[in-house]
């Protein structure tokens, strides 16, 4: 007959499950023993499902001797029990990125990173389709693949690799393979973001693909959102390219211009290569475009050449700077039924907020006085610090110093592609107000 537990054995069990790093009780644990111990309140954030561990929150560090710092690293509390596994970036602020709350090594890490990628992948499947062959396949620590990125841009796929910890030629061939296997690309192409590369101190990739279905691949593709044709360039433009963040809300904005009757004359402010505008001119009457790039500019001529077909309205492009070209046609009552503000991110960090804000309240300012009354706004954030309640409360602003009336129509965010997960608040990151003003 078995003995009732007891507080007592409850606890015996409770301290089998955390293992000091000091003493582990396997071979992998073994050899990951060597790692770093991290602050309470770091320890605390991980426990709730958090992912980061900031470089100042180190409390000790014990790697394997001299030269190239690993790329794994277990991870312990200040009282030694062990809370998993980190891709460790020695050069960024943010030291530690969670991948295991066990420990474990390079082969059962590639493993991980195989299994999780394919379950990615497998999420989005029923996002694509004819219409829509343009998705993010993988959202960094959304998707448990901290600093990994990839996006499909039609035959395309392009990998961005953002923390020290994954560049190796093991997790290259890894997702190369499985992007591969799972969707058939025309080619697998690496594509690295500048800032991260000198924050994360990461060497310059190796020129040409990860993987080609044939030599000489192309770097170029066309892909599609909402059946409308796009033209894409990976050694061009922004972030991976293009922004599939915003593909919902671009044919969100043309369905509120339709319900509301605002189908007359629209306009796209920071416009980039034409994604509101476009899918605007499905629903509008005219539609100009504004952004301070001349190079994405022409791909949006190329772009709007492309969809010439099923485009009946009048479209234009202004090179120029968005708050001039606003202040001066806000000054000289230029005035549209439909506008869109999608900025670039203006605080990069908390320190910035204070500025970020004054320019979108200055932005939507100009917008208010611009707007027809019953006027369609619809306004934007990609700066994830900037939250909802700064955001609207920037808005909210404008219009008392405008004097209008502005009516909250929905709120929304990036795409499913993109996920929110709320244990991991920087997820949420993009923010868009669809806007009445009256």
């Not at 301290?15 to 320890?43: F, H, K, Y």
């Not at 409390?59 to 029990?81: C, I, K, M, S, T």
């Not at 000489?216 to 599939?244: E, I, M, P, R, V």
Request: proline share 5%; aromatic share 6%.
């Amino acid at each position: 007959m078995s003995q009732p537990r007891t507080p007592h054995h409850r606890a015996k069990r409770k301290d089998a499950q955390n293992t000091p790093l000091a003493t582990p009780q396997s071979s992998v644990a073994a050899e990951a023993a060597r790692g770093v111990q991290i602050s309470r309140r770091a320890s605390d954030r991980l426990r709730a499902g958090h992912l980061w561990v900031y470089a100042s929150e180190v409390e000790a560090l014990h790697l394997p001797g001299a030269g190239e710092p690993p790329a794994l690293l277990a991870v312990a509390d200040n009282r030694g029990l062990l809370l998993g596994t980190a891709l460790y970036s020695p050069a960024s602020q943010i030291a530690l990125r969670m991948v295991a709350r066990e420990a474990i090594d390079e082969p059962a890490w590639l493993a991980l990173l195989e299994q999780r990628l394919r379950a990615a992948i497998k999420r989005r499947e029923p996002l694509l389709d004819e219409a829509n062959d343009a998705c993010r396949l993988c959202f960094s620590e959304a998707d448990e693949l901290p600093g990994l990125i990839a996006d499909k841009y039609g035959s395309l796929i392009i990998l961005q690799l953002l923390a020290k910890g994954l560049d190796s030629a093991a997790v290259r061939e890894t997702c190369a393979r499985v992007l591969r296997e799972e969707l058939a690309p025309r080619a697998v192409l690496e594509r690295p973001d500048p800032r991260m590369r000198e924050l994360e101190g990461l060497a310059a990739p190796e020129t040409g693909p990860l993987w080609a279905a044939e030599d000489g691949a192309a770097s170029s593709a066309t892909f599609h959102l909402h059946g409308l044709a796009f033209h894409y360039d990976a050694n061009s433009g922004q972030k991976t390219g293009a922004f599939l963040d915003q593909r919902m809300n671009y044919a969100a904005a043309a369905d509120w211009a339709r319900r509301l009757k605002t189908s007359g004359r629209a306009l796209d402010v920071c416009c980039y290569q034409g994604g509101f505008a476009l899918h605007l001119a499905r629903s509008c009457r005219a539609v100009t475009g504004i952004d301070q790039s001349r190079a994405s500019l022409e791909v949006a001529e190329r772009n709007l050449a492309a969809n010439r077909a099923a485009i009946g309205a009048q479209v234009d492009w202004l090179e120029g700077d968005a708050f001039q070209v606003l202040r001066d046609w806000s000054e000289s009552g230029q005035s549209f039924d439909t506008i869109v503000l999608d900025p670039p991110a203006f605080a990069k960090s908390k320190r910035a907020v204070a500025g970020a804000l004054r320019g979108y309240k200055e932005l939507n300012l100009r917008a208010m006085k611009m707007a027809r009354p019953g006027g369609l706004l619809v306004t934007c954030s990609c700066s994830h610090h900037v939250g909802w309640t700064d955001l609207e409360g920037a808005v909210a602003a404008a219009a008392a110093d405008a004097h209008r009336r502005v009516r909250l129509l929905e709120r929304r965010g990036a795409a499913p592609d993109h996920p929110v997960v709320l244990n991991l608040p920087e997820t949420e990151y993009l923010k868009c107000l669809v806007l009445e003003v009256e």
